[in-house]
């Protein structure tokens, strides 16, 4: 009677965890430019060291923070601002990205409509809010409708892409019996798209706002209003205790906003 040889364990490894020699030369190039980039751009622990010292110092001359009641007034009208930069960005930007979304779905327009649609949206995705918020300010100068256009256009490049996506990932089983019926095109928007991604669509909507919120107060820093511009002037005129009240308004203001936010999703989902 044959006996056959006894399995080697080494095979067995090489067959369940296979070298992959394309992975491990992708993570070894990768920790060689990690390496590479760190030691062209002077990160170095001695830095890091100084970093932490100073950044102590900055945060021991911002306690306790401003209480002053006309410093207040200045916080409370900045977050009213914002507030408003946020709602208006988000409705308009909104409001403006559900047709260009329509038009970029592939699975409802012609090649040529949906990639014309696709492109504007990549357009206003190419550039940084706060770029585009500088682009604005030299436009129509300083204030709050240089940061509401900013926003509008970072709300049209995320919401437009969420929209299109979720309308070509629906079921085409309803467009198609309207389509069969002679529905006419805004019937089948209505009738037959709609239902099947309002959800989504109110869920990217109060994301969007609650991200607007947060944005709201960088494209101030540039001169977009807001709150950011009531923190950029207390930060060059060393009121770092009136930063620090800033700060944490800002902090509670988003909490409560990411909180109705969550609860508008539950609601409506």
């Known amino acids: 009677m044959s006996t056959s040889p006894a399995p080697n364990p080494a095979s067995w490894r090489s067959r369940a965890f296979p070298a992959r020699w394309n992975k491990r030369m992708a993570w070894l190039g990768l920790l060689l430019y990690v390496i590479y980039a760190t030691s062209i751009i002077d990160v170095t622990w001695e830095r890091f060291v100084r970093g932490i010292a100073n950044g102590g110092t900055f945060l021991a001359r911002m306690f306790p923070p401003e209480t002053a009641p006309e410093r207040m007034a200045l916080v409370y009208s900045g977050l009213l601002e914002s507030i408003q930069i946020a709602i208006l960005s988000t409705f308009f930007g909104v409001l403006l990205s559900l047709p260009i979304a329509l038009l970029a779905a592939r699975n409802l327009m012609p090649p040529m409509v949906s990639w014309a649609a696709r492109g504007v949206i990549a357009i206003c995705r190419s550039f940084h809010y706060v ?139």
Do not use: C, H, W
Not at 158 to 177: G, N, Q, R, T
Not at 181 to 189: K, Q
Not at 194 to 208: D, E, K, N, S, W
Not at 249 to 262: D, G, H, N, Q, V
């Open 131 to 269: 770029i585009v918020s500088i682009l604005f300010v030299k436009a129509v100068g300083f204030g709050a409708l240089a940061g509401i256009l900013a926003l509008i256009v970072a709300t049209i490049g995320f919401v437009a892409k969420l929209f299109a996506e979720a309308v070509e990932e629906m079921s085409m089983k309803p467009v198609e019996a309207l389509r069969a019926t002679g529905a006419p095109f805004f019937s089948i928007i209505f009738l037959a798209v709609l239902p099947q991604v309002a959800a989504r669509f109110i869920g990217f909507t109060t994301y969007q706002l609650d991200s607007n919120l947060r944005n709201s107060t960088m494209v101030g820093i540039v001169g977009g209003g807001g709150i950011g511009a009531t923190l950029f002037t207390a930060y060059r005129r060393f009121d770092y205790d009136l930063v620090l009240t800033i700060l944490i308004a800002t902090i509670i203001l988003i909490m409560i906003a990411e909180a109705l936010a969550t609860r508008l999703r539950r609601i409506f989902q």
